[in-house]
């Protein structure tokens, strides 16, 4: 990928619009996670204690599969209990006197299972398709647009998988037979190229298939593209979008492969919707890109690009230690920005055969795209922006109200398939790192948010 010296323009228009979203969020109000006062306090807290937030998720992690009262309480003291020392006075005394029994022991594991719920509720649009439907239909009156997720990941068994895909088609006919009937919104109904299929659904491959493995590349992807197959004849059949996510770094060059396969296939080599997650922490995410935008071209057909910086970090790291493997992801968090702004940039310049669709909730980020976007003169609406259901709201309106189209990604399902998702949000949320942490709880200075990710490198 050719590596062009940062321009002093790009530079001043990047920070220029950073400084133009943080005072339009001026007063926009709450933090970016927990309705209540109460969540508040607990992210917060447990914000502040690697020991306790450890403890928090496991429990979170693990409630779902609890049945009775006694588990819960039982749970929740010993966990906690392993954060003993971490915990206040009052909280210590407290937690060798629950009681697992009776009346309060009841009501205790009742709030226990609500909190939970009502925290993943933050992140998890519905429990079902209508409900799912109700979230998007709010979504679209504030001129965002959806992508759907169905919960549940690592399918164990072919049943599974067959409802996996039995799920995704559902969600695309019972989308579809509302969505599409609904008044045109332009800003996110509508681009450069035409009409934008409004119902735009995300899947993992791995949902597809039980034995989703890379040791059989071959022998995966035929039985996934037999059941994606289908999936993708109705997106096209609907008029609806098919975005791939990618998950941990194993099934990376499987999950490339199969997109690349399937979409090469006669019945869609001239189908333009369809998508595919790339992560910017991984190292070798500049070469990927440079092959999938020759193999585009070469496909004839553009597909999107939804570049996202990656949410298994802590994963590959403690994976790849473990094995004795060279960690795949960035070990600083400024390279994984650094990264995220060069491959912007080559999105942007092959955007011929890669449409970018970007997803980030930091304003840094997003403000050097921006400033790209206009610098290379892009007609609106070229660029994508993404975002994650529950987070940086206040973001989403802001980059509306500058006329951008912003795309949500919304999961629906339920709590039990969901957790492993939640639990994904409360890490990447709390994480010390985090910019939305940085900026919406930790109150960072916006100077140092908008820095040059090359500049903290100097810095640190
Ligand atoms: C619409 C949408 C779809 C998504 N789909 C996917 C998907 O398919 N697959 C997927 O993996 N993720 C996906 N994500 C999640 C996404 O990866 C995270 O939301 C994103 O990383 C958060 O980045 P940010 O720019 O919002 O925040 P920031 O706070 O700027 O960045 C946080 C990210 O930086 C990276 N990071 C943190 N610490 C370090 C460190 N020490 N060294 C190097 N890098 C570090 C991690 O990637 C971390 O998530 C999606 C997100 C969105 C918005």
Redesign the pocket.
């Known amino acids: 990928m050719k590596k062009e010296p940062r321009s002093a323009e790009v530079e001043t228009l990047t920070r220029s619009y950073g400084r133009e979203i943080f005072a339009r969020l001026e007063g926009t109000g709450p933090i970016p996670f927990a309705p209540s006062w109460w969540d508040d306090r607990l992210m917060e807290w447990s914000m502040g204690n690697e020991a306790i937030k450890l403890q928090l998720f496991r429990f979170v992690d693990v409630l779902p599969m609890l049945g009775s009262p006694e588990s819960i309480v039982r749970h929740l003291r010993e966990y906690f209990g392993a954060a003993h020392e971490h915990l206040p006075g009052w909280l210590r005394f407290g937690l060798r006197r629950l009681p697992s029994r009776g009346f309060l022991g009841r009501l205790l594991a009742t709030l226990a299972y609500r909190s939970a719920e009502r925290l993943a509720r933050k992140f998890i649009a519905g429990s079902n398709l209508e409900e799912a439907l109700d979230a998007i239909a709010q979504l679209r009156r504030r001129s965002l647009a959806f ?1 759907i997720d169905r919960l549940g990941e690592a399918t164990i068994t072919e049943r599974e998988a067959d409802q996996a895909q039995a799920d995704y088609l559902e969600l695309i006919h019972g989308l579809s037979r509302q969505v599409n009937h609904w008044k045109t919104n332009d800003l996110i109904d509508r681009d450069e190229h035409g009409p934008i299929p409004r119902v735009n659904v ?1 899947v ?1 491959l791995s949902a597809l298939y039980s034995q989703f493995d890379p040791i059989d590349p071959a022998g995966v992807s035929q039985a996934v593209r037999r059941r994606l197959r289908p999936i993708l004849h109705a997106a096209r059949e609907q008029s609806a979008f098919v ?6 770094y194993a099934f990376k060059d499987l999950t490339l492969q199969i997109f690349r396969e399937i979409l090469e296939e006669d019945d869609f080599r001239d189908w333009p919707n369809a998508g595919i ?1 790339i ?3 991984l190292c070798d995410t500049a070469s990927d890109l440079e092959a999938l935008a020759v193999w585009a071209q070469r496909r004839g057909t553009p597909v999107t690009v ?1 570049l ?6 802590d994963y590959e ?1 403690i994976i790849s230690a473990q094995m004795g493997w060279p960690n795949p ?9 650094a990264n ?1 702004e060069r491959l912007t940039e080559f999105l942007i310049d092959n955007r011929r055969w890669l449409r970018p ?1 970007l ?4 304003v ?2 997003l403000a050097h795209a921006l400033a790209l976007a206009h610098i290379r003169g892009l007609p609106p609406g070229s660029i994508e922006y ?3 259901y529950g ?2 709201e206040p973001i989403k309106d802001v980059l509306v109200s500058l006329g951008q189209r912003v ?3 919304t999961p629906y399902g339920q709590l039990l398939p969901g957790m492993a998702y939640l639990v ?1 949000r409360l890490l ?1 949320n709390t ?8 900026s919406f709880t930790e109150h960072v200075s916006e100077e140092k948010l908008l820095r040059n990710p090359l500049e903290v490198r100097h810095i640190r």
């Open positions: 992508t995300s993992k975005n791939i996510d990618m998950e941990q997650a992560q910017a922490y939804r996202v910086k990656g949410a298994y970090w790291t992801v960035w070990s600083h968090k400024w390279q994984t920005d995220y669709a997803g980030s909730h930091n840094r980020s993404q975002m994650l987070m940086a795309r949500v990604y994904r990447e994480a010390n790192e985090s910019f939305l942490r940085a």
